[in-house]
Structures are given as structure tokens and as C-alpha cells.
């Protein structure tokens, strides 16, 4: 069984501090690696795609992928409320034909 | 640019009632397609996926039943719906064939009652 594992949280920050996302996945063969953003009663946004070791900046986001720890991870600088949503990973692998399998998220909560 | 449109944004409907949802994508052309269930503080349920128009693949047996009866176009029905069909419905598409992401529509909250 391929599994994608999340801490459920919550993770509470502070504003302006950086939040930190962990995602770890089971099957050694994945090649792609996501980040989605949900909101409360709204549909996943994608916000962060990794495909090769180490990290990718783009904005307040950094992805970190370590494929020989089969880990992968969300920093967010400057945390800001607006930022308090469910974070899913997601992670691709191909077994005859691509699969995706989502994680159950990470619920983030920006204090003020 | 791509964009996916899914409709009913909200649904309540009755035990042992039909459904249909339907999903459909512009911009790109045979894209692979997607049904999930989200219950309410939960991850994603993949339901069926679709790789070209009539081929559909079942990941979880249940009453529900999807169909691509064009490229762009996804149907999720059912013939009786149960109580525990209740959920956040989302349609996604991804490119095909490759591991590129998902992307969602804006979903369908259905309410059984």
C-alpha cells in the first residue's frame, strides 16, 4: 500500500514566522512531488511542484525534497493569516501508468 | 489557459434520488481526468480516473458510476444515492500522459437527507 503521510496538526505560528510543512511518502520509485493550499470549504490550489533533489523557492514558498529520506517539505517565510488553510501533499510514482496519492494535509493556523 | 468547470456548487438531494455531476475542461486537449470525495475534515478519496474518452478505472467499489463521453467532458452518477454519499465532490485534470500535477475544479457539496 502506498502511503503519503502528514502530520494532521494544528500547526500554529505566529505572523511572520516561518511555518514549516513535512510530508513523507512510502514508495521509493516517486518522481513528482506536490503542495496544494486549501482553504475552509473551497477545492485544493495547487502552489508548489518538486521534481529533483533539494529546494525550490518560489515567493514566501520553499519545497525541500530529499528522495533518499523519501521526505519532502514546505517552509512559508513571513507567515500571514491569509496563509491559515489545510496543506496536502502530494506525490506521483508510475506503476504502470502515473498515480497520485494525496496526503490528509496539514491544518495551519497564522496568529495574529 | 486552462480552465475546469464543475457545476452544482451546492446539492441536496434525497435518499434513494439520482445524480449527476458533471465536469468539463477548456483550454487543453485529451486530458486525463479525475472524480474525488472529500467527507468533511478528511483527505481525498479518489473515485475514478480517466486517461481518454470511454475509459474509465474504478478505485473504490460503491453505487456510484462515472462516464467521458468526450474528451474534455466527465460525468459522475448514481442511481440511488445513500446517506453516505454525502461530501465534497471535486473534479481535477492533469495533463496527460505525463506526472504533471492535478489541477481541481471548484467542487460540489453534496447533502443527503
Known amino acids: 500500500q502506498k502511503e503519503v503521510e502528514q502530520n494532521s496538526g494544528p500547526l500554529s505560528v505566529p505572523e511572520g514566522a516561518i511555518a514549516s510543512l513535512n510530508c513523507t511518502y512510502s514508495d521509493r520509485g516517486s518522481q513528482s512531488f506536490f503542495w496544494y493550499r486549501q482553504y475552509s470549504g473551497k477545492s485544493p490550489e495547487l502552489i508548489m511542484s518538486i521534481y529533483s533533489n533539494g529546494d525550490k523557492e518560489d515567493g514566501r514558498f520553499t519545497a525541500q525534497l530529499n528522495k533518499a529520506s523519501q521526505y519532502v517539505s514546505l517552509l512559508i517565510r513571513d507567515s500571514q493569516p491569509s496563509d491559515s488553510a489545510t496543506y496536502l501533499c502530494a506525490v506521483t510514482a508510475y506503476t504502470g501508468g502515473f498515480k497520485t496519492i494525496f496526503g490528509a494535509g496539514t491544518r495551519l493556523f497564522v496568529k495574529a | 489557459s486552462q480552465t475546469i468547470h464543475q457545476w452544482p456548487a451546492t446539492l441536496v438531494q434525497p435518499v434513494g434520488s439520482p445524480l449527476s455531476l458533471e465536469c468539463t475542461v477548456e483550454?487543453?486537449?485529451?486530458?486525463?481526468l479525475y472524480w474525488y470525495r472529500q467527507a468533511a475534515g478528511r483527505g481525498l478519496q479518489l473515485l475514478f480516473y480517466s486517461v481518454g474518452i470511454g475509459q474509465i478505472s474504478s478505485e473504490v467499489p460503491q453505487n456510484l458510476s462515472a462516464s467521458r463521453p468526450q474528451d474534455r467532458q466527465f460525468i459522475l452518477s448514481s442511481k440511488k444515492l445513500l446517506l453516505s454519499d454525502s461530501g465534497f465532490y471535486l473534479c481535477?485534470?492533469?495533463?496527460?500522459?505525463?506526472?504533471?500535477?492535478?489541477?481541481f475544479g471548484d467542487g460540489t457539496r453534496l447533502s443527503i437527507l
Open positions: 481535477a485534470w492533469s495533463g496527460g500522459p505525463s506526472n504533471q500535477p492535478q489541477h
Open positions: 483550454g487543453t486537449s485529451n486530458p486525463n
